[in-house]
């Protein structure tokens, strides 16, 4: 079985400090801190939902190349600054059940919390502000308009324009840790940092896609954040040694009372 599953394979026990094993957790926005994607979102407001939705699916579930479907959204979006202020607003409308508790506890532990997203910055900064992240703690994209604040292009050199950009990412900015980092993404763009982290947690509260729930170290099913913090405060998750073939092993599935855990509690 896969090592990184097993919090009581002998390496992990032999450690004297697990609290200290993780001092940085990265989280996507877009189904994962926020139970809505942020560019299908304008979509509905610009009365062209099914194209821009139909090309998220897919770069989501691999079927597509991300900068490809980018380019297109944003061409068919050609979204305002006005535009990426609303969605910033509802953004921190829609956040997920237990992101801002979990990550107010993060920090309480002396952990860094970091956003990583190939979305834009005029909206992911006011998430961020909303959840208390530090602006030098956010890695997006960025959107450029005229001076009426009309559409003007984005940034397609961005690594986080394209598929393997968070991997990227990871490796020039928080190279001298990647191994102390756990990331906590939705879709296979996420699951690109799965070999530059210590631990990669998937989240399927918004949307599963099975191919994350496959290769995930630990998969969240359930529409809450909260189980998140016994992934990384290990010394209090329950998970069984073995998991019995063709289940997926759901932080859920073991710990139903999170709420009664030790240090939870604020
Ligand atoms: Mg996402």
Same mark, same amino acid.
């Given at each position: 079985m896969n090592k990184e599953r097993d919090i009581h394979h002998p390496d992990r026990l032999m450690q004297?400090?697990?609290?200290?094993?993780? !001092?940085a957790v990265v989280f996507d926005v877009d189904?994962?801190?926020?139970?809505?994607e942020g560019l299908d979102w304008l979509a509905t407001k610009k009365g062209n939902e099914h194209e821009v939705v139909e090309l998220t699916k897919k770069s989501m579930e691999g079927r597509m190349d991300f900068h490809e479907a980018m380019v297109k959204k944003m061409q068919l979006l050609a979204p305002t600054l006005e535009d990426f202020i609303r969605l910033g607003n509802v953004y921190c409308d829609h956040i997920v059940p237990g992101a801002a508790d979990v990550i107010a506890k993060l920090r309480d532990l002396g952990k860094e919390v970091w956003i990583m997203s190939g979305n834009f910055q005029p909206a992911v900064d006011i998430l961020a502000d909303k959840l208390g992240?530090?602006?030098?703690?956010i890695l997006c994209n960025q959107v450029f308009f005229d001076g009426q604040g009309n559409y003007a292009g984005f !940034?397609?050199?961005?690594?986080?324009?394209?598929?393997?950009g968070k991997a990227e990412k990871i490796r020039d900015v928080m190279e001298q840790k990647e191994k102390n980092i756990v990331f906590v993404g939705d879709s296979i763009t996420d699951l690109d940092v799965k070999e530059h982290v210590g631990l990669f947690v998937g989240f399927g509260g918004v949307v599963q896609r099975e191919i994350v729930k496959q290769h995930a170290d630990y998969y969240i099913s359930?529409?809450?954040?909260?189980?998140l913090l016994a992934i990384v405060n290990n010394d209090n998750v329950q998970i069984p040694a073995k998991v019995p073939p063709g289940r997926k092993q759901s932080i859920f599935d073991t710990h139903s009372s999170w709420k009664s855990m030790p240090g939870f509690h604020r």
């Open positions: 004297p400090d697990r609290h200290a094993q993780y !001092d189904s994962t801190l926020v139970t809505i992240i530090a602006p030098d703690k !940034d397609t050199e961005n690594p986080l324009a394209r598929n393997g359930e529409l809450n954040l909260m189980p």
